[in-house]
Structures are given as structure tokens and as C-alpha cells.
């Protein structure tokens, strides 16, 4: 019954590479995040969704390509890969934007060699 | 622009001590929403509790207590007789009401809460 589920959780590859991350919920909310959290702890939103439609998109490489193929799914995809990617990606939903918790995945970790 | 500061870094108690973690927020919002969340060592985050600008009736759940003062910009978060378990990073968070269809949660930098036996 998990709410939030993201694959994998683990991914090593190099440096050049382009991988994805997948999100999912069952908990029918209609607004989905991606949030990175970097070696020193500190987590910042990358990107949100609400009803399939980007809200927000803060500053990230436009390697980085977020795809919402309905509401219960946001992917995540990375072309290129560098060094400085390398670190825990969280997939979280919410039922609204600003006002409701938001619930997390159990986030991917990302290593880039 | 919404700021939400966590002057702690790292704390380290002895289990059955009470611990208070800081928060302290800043915002251009009459409307905003606080928020508090566990990391423990496994890294999940877990969501403890949701406060709305309007609301400043502090919370207790448990062991756990948050007071609400906006007069100070604080959010603050007591573990009483805290236990091993209670061991994780802790963050505050903030979202504004006005940024409407942009509006984002903030975080602060966390708390390293350390409970020893």
C-alpha cells in the first residue's frame, strides 16, 4: 500500500550517461514534485506538476526533463550526466499546492562515477 | 522571498532529556503554511505537522510539542524525554499563500538530532 513509490532507489552509472527515475502515487492528489537533496542534507524543489501541467521549474539544467504522463506519475529523466548530479532525488504529491503536506517517496539515490 | 532558518546544525543529547529544535521563518504572506519533517537514518522523509498562519494554538501529539509565536517568526518543535529513536535530521518548511499556482515548500538546512542511550 505504499502512497508514493519511486524506482530504483539505487543508481550508479558515468558520467555521460542518461537515466530515468520513476514516480508514482495512489493517493489520487493532483499535484506532484521532484526535489533534490544534496550531500550536505539540504533539499531543494526541482520542479512540480499539478494535473499533468509544469508548474514550476526552478532553474534546473534543462538536462533534466520531468514528464507527467497522467497525474499519478512523474517521471524524471537525465541526459548527460555529471559528477555534480550525484546526489538523493525525492518524488512527493500533494492534494494542493501550497497548503497540504506533502508526501515523499523513499527517494532515489543517484551516484555518478 | 519565503526563508525558513534553522540556526542548529547538529544536536546531541542524552535519551530522556527534552530537546527543543528552532525554526525561524521569514515571508511577505499574511497566509502561509509551517511545516515539520522527520529524516531518520533509513532517509525517508516522514511529514509530523502542518500549521497555517491563523492558527497559533500550540500542538502537543505525544512527546512531541510545536509552539507557533509570529511575533517572533518562529516555529518551534520540543521532543520531551526523547529516546534513541527520536535520532534523525529534522527540517521546518514553509509554503506562501500568495504565490498561488507557484507555490513551493521551502526547507530550512535541518537538525542532526543525535539521542544517545
Known amino acids: 500500500d505504499t502512497a508514493v513509490s519511486q524506482t530504483p532507489k539505487y543508481l550508479v552509472t558515468q558520467m555521460g550517461n542518461d537515466k530515468s527515475i520513476k514516480c508514482e502515487q495512489n493517493?489520487?492528489?493532483?499535484?506532484m514534485y521532484w526535489y533534490k537533496q544534496d550531500s550536505k542534507k539540504f533539499l531543494k524543489i526541482m520542479f512540480s506538476?499539478?494535473?499533468?501541467?509544469?508548474?514550476i521549474n526552478e532553474t534546473v539544467p534543462n538536462r533534466f526533463s520531468p514528464k507527467s504522463p497522467d497525474k499519478a506519475h512523474l517521471n524524471l529523466h537525465i541526459n548527460s550526466l555529471e559528477l555534480g548530479d550525484s546526489a538523493v532525488y525525492f518524488c512527493?504529491?500533494?492534494?494542493?499546492?501550497?497548503?497540504?503536506?506533502?508526501?515523499f517517496g523513499p527517494g532515489t539515490r543517484l551516484t555518478v562515477l | 522571498a519565503q526563508k525558513v532558518t534553522q540556526a542548529q546544525t547538529e544536536i546531541s543529547v542524552v535519551e530522556k532529556e527534552d530537546v527543543t529544535l528552532d525554526c525561524v521563518y521569514e515571508?511577505?504572506?499574511?497566509?502561509?503554511?509551517l511545516f515539520w519533517y522527520k529524516q531518520p537514518p533509513s532517509g525517508e522523509l516522514v511529514f509530523l505537522i502542518r500549521?497555517?498562519?491563523?492558527?497559533?494554538q500550540n500542538e502537543i501529539s505525544g512527546r512531541y510539542s510545536w509552539n507557533f509565536q509570529k511575533s517572533t517568526s518562529s516555529f518551534n518543535f520540543t521532543i520531551t524525554a526523547s529516546q534513541v529513536v527520536d535520532s534523525a535530521v529534522y527540517f521546518c518548511?514553509?509554503?506562501?499563500?500568495?504565490?498561488?499556482?507557484?507555490?513551493?515548500?521551502?526547507f530550512g538546512k535541518g537538525i542532526t538530532l543525535s539521542v544517545r542511550p
Open positions: 512527493a504529491s500533494s492534494q494542493d499546492r501550497g497548503q497540504d503536506e506533502q508526501f
Open positions: 493517493l489520487g492528489h493532483d499535484t
Open positions: 506538476y499539478n494535473n499533468k501541467e509544469l508548474i
Open positions: 515571508t511577505r504572506d499574511t497566509t502561509y503554511y
Open positions: 500549521r497555517n498562519s491563523f492558527d497559533e
Open positions: 518548511a514553509l509554503s506562501e499563500e500568495h504565490t498561488g499556482a507557484n507555490s513551493k515548500l521551502t
